[in-house]
């Protein structure tokens, strides 16, 4: 069984090293985001979050405005604009 694993890990390694030869792309674009929830991609703010006691300050109020609308396309559009 151990052989049979380790024929199938060179098989992988191998093939993977062939696929990248054959590959080829001018450009290359790699999009990261840290910390996005799709619940606000898809849904905008989050009033528990917004009305959080853990997260309050002083900007709270300012953020509830600028971020929170009963409606959900406007929330959304609020939140992420560009998406």
């Not at 696929?19 to 999009?31: C, G």
């Not at 009305?51 to 992420?80: G, P, V």
């Amino acid at each position: 069984m151990k052989k049979l694993n380790s024929l199938l890990l060179l098989l992988c390694l191998i093939q993977g090293a062939f696929a990248q030869r054959r590959a080829h792309a001018d450009n290359l674009v790699i999009i990261s985001v840290d910390g996005l929830r799709w619940q606000e991609l898809f849904k905008g703010a989050e009033k528990d979050l917004l009305l959080n006691a853990k997260f309050n300050s002083q900007d709270s109020l300012e953020r509830i405005a600028k971020y929170w609308s009963d409606d959900l396309i406007q929330r959304r559009t609020k939140l992420m604009p560009f998406t």
